[in-house]
């Protein structure tokens, strides 16, 4: 096979990554919403609880989390597609990591914002809503872009899965071709074109939001 | 086929075990991506054609997931005649890909010494060597000992990829316990436990670490 055979065959499987990263994303958005949210707001035992689910999808090693749903929900009776689990998985995993890019714009704001919210006579819900989410989400914007770029890299992970994303496909084709430089640097090559475009995007979101930070963080 | 307990704890001693393997390639992949992550930072520096060059590797890297390194160098290095073994692979696979992440957080903590600092170290004419060993490396130390840290961490909840080229660390000896008795439950709880467990005693020792580097500074 050419060069480009190889890159046209793996690409094949761009359709699953994009897939498992949109339903992906179905899940880490309001997780980490929600998650972030409350871990900013409760109190005592609340918080205690918010921060161990948090904790649990954050601290577990996914490759582990993967597995550990992928065998262990039909042992408990629970059937769920390889496409379902992967999704459920890494979206919870990222949304893990964004709930504490959440909680952490929204710790960041001066009390002053809060408090000019309730002088003017709005509700805790209301200043949340109105004030401290819109500031909070831009400011971490950047985060949240590499977030996104880590919950594509990962859903390289649904290959063990039996689902054919393109990472599947190198290791198909490195089965009929001995090729495994071509094979494997056109797997590298195709997570590029995917991921540094956002990479871009995340560094030009940065400039606008943090000027004086620079734009050399990115990724 | 329930959940078996009695099966699952009998499956603990075996899976710890394997807690060296786990913990050596956590703390060599972690020395091999900060020396790597260093000097791809002061080439990177260092400007002209060749900074320019690692300046795009290192944007590569970040855009590429790390099991695509971990295959890439798994097939490729036979391919040329270099034979290691599978944790050697796998050690350079996570150092490789981890470097990328500390080149950033080394040029974060050099960026964030004062300026007057290499000027002093230019108008006392010490050559450019003697400036990184003696006036740049001990303040970026301090600055770069927290984000070091938290990568640890992620070094860590990375060594489970291992388990995929092989490599006998605590999720590869699960899998290995499955295989054998057709059970995968089990072994994946007792080994995402013991991963969650190490994970969060492993991040709190260095926020503990932090604390006393900060107290240290402010002295």
Known sequence: MSLLEIWLGILQGLGITAEVTAYGLVFAVPFALVFGVAQFLATGMTRFVVTAVIEFWRSSAVVILLFFFYYVLPVMGVTLSALTVSSLVLGLNAGGYASQAVRAGLQSLPPGQREAGMALGLSRPAILLLIELPQALVAMSPTFVNNLIQLVKATSLVSLVTLTDMTFRAKEIAQTDYDPVAIYSALLLAFFVVCYPIALAGRWLEARVNPERGTSRGI | ?219
Do not use: H
């Not at chain 2, 499956?11 to 992949?29: D, R």
């Not at chain 2, 303040?139 to 840290?149: E, I, K, S, T, Y």
């Not at chain 2, 020792?205 to 240290?216: F, T």
């Open chain 2, 1 to 219: 086929m329930g959940f078996n307990l009695d099966f699952a704890l009998s499956t603990v001693p075996t899976i710890i075990g394997a807690i060296g393997t786990t913990l050596i390639a956590t703390v060599l992949s972690c020395v091999g991506a900060s020396v790597l992550g260093f000097t791809f930072e002061m080439i990177r520096r260092g400007g002209g054609a060749t900074g320019l060059a690692v300046r795009f590797l290192i944007d590569f890297i970040r855009s590429t997931p790390v099991l695509a390194w971990l295959y890439f160098l798994y097939f490729v290095l036979p391919f040329y005649g270099i034979r290691l073994g599978a944790m050697t692979v796998g050690i350079l696979g996570l150092s490789l890909y981890y470097s990328g992440y500390l080149a950033e957080v080394f040029k974060a903590g050099i960026d964030a010494i004062p300026r007057g600092q290499q000027e002093a170290a230019r108008a006392l004419s010490l050559t450019r060597r003697d400036t990184v060993v003696f006036v740049i490396a001990p303040q970026m130390l301090r600055n770069v000992a927290a984000p070091l840290g938290n990568y640890l961490v992620s070094i860590l909840k990375a060594t489970p990829y291992l388990a995929i080229l092989a490599v006998p660390e605590m999720l590869g000896r699960a899998f290995d316990i499955a295989s054998e008795t057709y059970r995968y439950a089990e072994p994946l709880t007792v080994a995402g436990i013991l991963f969650l467990a190490l994970a969060l005693l492993t991040s709190y020792g260095v926020k503990r670490i932090e604390q006393r580097l900060l107290a240290a500074g402010r002295r």
